[in-house]
């Protein structure tokens, strides 16, 4: 359940060109706090037995639902989510992906960074202001709760009469919403016994591809109608309806736990308008690659022929596919065509998979719209390089930063470091680079075996960083995969991408620094690396991991601290776990 209540309205006026994001940010909270409406949700999270492609699951719902529900606010809005834990056996935490929480670090809903989890029967409240209109997401973040369904999609509109800093540069007649997932028949527990395991039981390719919560598995029949009920109404094709000669935007996330996505709607080019909350030069796309954490708006026209339906499809990218075809209905009103009825063409099956070079070359035409540049610093003071690379530990198969793999402390970070409860985390920093002279990112590493650590990187408040994401070869010869890496509580500046390995001495001279474009979840493409840069200006501890969820679960993730002197009082809540039990805080 959500209601929306309170306020009055205020334009935002121009900012100085020098400090035009600070004066920009600084106008979007005042005109915040002059809106002051609030937006609730209820929900209660419990397991419940789901049908997203037809075949029966348990999966995390959300009132019984599975994706949950779409939050809807005005930038400057405060969103209270009352949310109880009815998983009996189960704890819980929700992360609100591109939300910033300026001001309230601890409702960032990641369990052992900001929080300890909610315990079940226990209920938590989360409270935070949407600072910045756009289209972002939410989902668990405890285990792997991700890929058993608690997700959904936020959506930040423009305040009414807003000025020319926060005002949309594109216009359209209508809009929908396509929240993308990945979908696997076994239970979480099962994908992280094996994720574990020596050796690794890999969780494989997903069986099914969702649109909305909503796909079909191709084998339905081989499993019996008992298992798998291929007239379900929750596997039904879900449809998007226009009326033709109209522009529509469509806000499209990816919540997969695995897959990197190609995402296309039949016969109609896409104008790419909008990515993570911030307004993009507009190009034009057949189709879109889309990776998990990413949002993006695009415009299309209803301009073709009315009297058929056409097919909305997501494949599977940078991964050699093993799930069909992902597919939704577009159709027209006043069309011939019933709007159920099935295209008369195939499905578009996008791309060749391993094409690397036509998902760089989307993302380096991303770059922000020239009325909404906001010019990054021109250099950093702090460059940290970070080698992606897959390793062992005692003879178990992880991720790793540097040679580092990291795990999550008992007590979370942001109440250690407040609190000053020493012993609850490695004192001792990561390392900040690698061998980056010699180091073959297209071999196997002669000696694969690592270190694990809990420790993070304390960042002076204030200070521009910038951040190198290195991809490498992976344990298996000629193997290097995509990693898609979302930070918590920022955006940054996405500075440039490259093929190889990257120079310090050379690399930084290519860097875009006229229009890059501000994200809070980037690509790191096959040996490959991508620059990023952001001001250390939220003070808090702030997640920066893969959002890949087995590569997160297998050590793939850093975490960053920054002013928790200027933090204010913890709530009680976020305690209750590690050192904070007992009223050890």
């Not at 075996?449 to 204030?462: H, K, P, Q, V």
């Not at 952001?534 to 975490?559: K, L």
Request: hydrophobic share 35%; with cysteine.
């Amino acid at each position: 359940m959500s209601k929306r209540d309170g306020g009055a309205m205020v334009s935002l006026g121009g900012a100085p060109p020098l400090q035009r994001l600070l004066c920009c940010l600084f106008l979007m909270i005042c005109a915040a706090v002059a809106q002051a409406k609030t937006v609730h949700e209820s929900w209660d999270i419990s397991y419940q037995f789901a049908y997203p492609d037809c075949v029966r699951k348990l999966a995390v719902t959300i009132n019984g639902h599975t994706p949950g529900p779409t939050i809807r606010a005005v930038q400057g809005d405060t969103v209270v989510v009352t949310v109880r834990n009815s998983l009996l056996t189960e704890n819980v935490a929700i992360h609100w992906h591109g939300i910033r929480q300026i001001g309230t670090p601890w409702a960032d809903g990641t369990e052992g960074v900001t929080q300890c989890p909610v315990l079940p029967g226990d209920t938590f409240v989360y409270t935070f202001v949407v600072d910045r209109p756009g289209t972002y997401m939410y989902h668990a973040h405890y285990g792997m709760q991700r890929s058993a369904g608690l997700n959904g999609m936020i959506v930040v509109s423009v305040p009414p009469g807003a000025g020319p800093d926060v005002a949309e540069p594109f216009k359209y007649d209508g809009e929908h919403e396509v929240l993308l997932n990945d979908w696997w028949h076994k239970s979480t527990y099962e994908q992280a016994a094996g994720l574990a395991s020596v050796p690794l039981v890999w969780v494989g390719e997903p069986q099914s591809l969702l649109i909305n919560g909503h796909g079909r598995f191709v084998n339905c029949s081989a499993l019996g109608e008992s298992v798998c009920n291929a007239t379900h109404p929750e596997c039904s094709t879900p449809v998007f309806a226009v009326v033709p000669g109209r522009t529509y935007r469509f806000r499209i996330g990816s919540m997969t736990s695995l897959s990197a996505l190609n995402f296309e709607i039949e016969g109609h080019p896409m104008t790419v308008v909008e990515t993570d909350g911030h307004y993009v030069k507009p190009f034009v796309v057949k189709n879109l690659n889309i990776y998990s954490g990413e949002t993006y708006s695009v415009l299309i026209t209803a301009d073709q022929d009315p009297n058929r339906n056409y097919w909305l499809a997501s494949n599977v990218v940078s991964r050699k596919p093993g799930t069909p075809t992902g597919t939704a209905v577009l159709t027209y009103y006043g069309g011939r065509s019933s709007p159920r009825a099935v295209p008369p063409t195939t499905p578009p099956v996008g791309p060749a998979w391993n094409d690397t070079t036509y998902r760089i070359n989307q993302s380096v035409a991303t770059v922000a719209h020239p009325a909404h540049v906001y010019t990054p610093p021109p250099r950093s003071d702090r460059t940290i390089l970070l080698l992606n690379s897959q390793n062992k530990i005692d003879g178990r198969i992880r991720w790793a930063l540097n040679n580092v793999s990291f795990s999550l402390p008992h007590t979370p970070y942001l109440v250690a470091l407040k609190d000053k409860l020493h012993g609850t985390f490695d004192p001792r920093p990561p390392p900040e680079t690698y061998n980056h002279t010699a180091y073959d990112v297209y071999g196997v590493q002669a000696n694969p075996n690592a270190t694990s650590s809990d420790g993070l990187y304390r960042l002076e408040f204030g200070s521009v960083v910038d951040v190198v994401l290195q991809n490498a070869n992976m344990l298996a010869a000629n193997n290097s995969e995509t990693h898609p890496w979302h930070l918590h509580g920022h955006d940054f500046w996405v500075l440039g991408y490259g093929v190889g390995r990257f120079d310090p001495a050379v690399h930084p001279a290519t860097y875009n620094l006229r229009d890059p474009i501000l994200k809070n979840t980037v690509a790191v493409h096959p040996y490959g690396w991508t620059a990023l840069r952001w001001r250390a200006d939220n003070p808090g501890v702030w997640a920066f991991h893969c959002h890949i969820e087995s590569h997160f679960f297998m050590g793939m993730g850093v975490v960053f601290e920054e002013g928790i002197e200027r933090v204010g009082k913890l709530p009680q809540e976020i305690m209750g776990c590690g050192s904070s039990k007992g009223g050890h805080h």
